[in-house]
């Protein structure tokens, strides 16, 4: 082999994958979504994106803004009540005020602020669960 060149095992090409690659990031950015509470049912494609909201697995999190797109520096989740058995959302605050639907728009993620999540160990089946309401994913 001459200078520049590299040995492709036929186990590890484009026809049959690359070891270790998973879709170029994006499923372990869904994996991070997931886990901060977050999902994005269109992956992004929409003019106007919304997140639907899933129990976090963190206690807290907080989200850095890039301050030459964002004009504000942070965006907080926090789950109180977090563990194994408290897995579902009791309610949820957005920057102080209840959300009573299990989405918001990225628009308001870019804001800054706090998103607060209060677990429990049952379902709470009166949160969210008004048909006007219902996430963005489920309405298209």
Do not use: C
């Amino acid at each position: 082999m001459g200078w520049g060149e590299t040995k492709v095992s036929s186990n590890n090409d484009p026809q049959h994958g690359y070891s270790g690659d998973e879709d170029q990031g994006l499923m372990g950015a869904l994996s991070v979504l997931m886990k901060i509470g977050l999902f994005e049912m269109k992956g992004g494609a929409n003019i106007d994106p919304a997140y639907d909201l899933s129990s976090p697995v963190f206690d807290q999190i907080t989200i850095h803004l890039d301050q030459d797109y964002y004009s504000s520096e942070s965006f907080t989740i926090r789950a109180l009540g977090n563990s194994t058995k408290n897995k579902y959302i009791q309610s949820v605050k957005l920057n102080g005020s209840p959300l009573n639907q299990s989405w918001f728009h990225h628009k308001d993620l870019v804001k800054g602020g706090i998103l607060e999540y209060v677990l429990g160990e049952q379902p709470n089946y009166d949160w969210a669960t008004a048909e006007e309401l219902l996430p963005a994913s489920m309405s298209d």
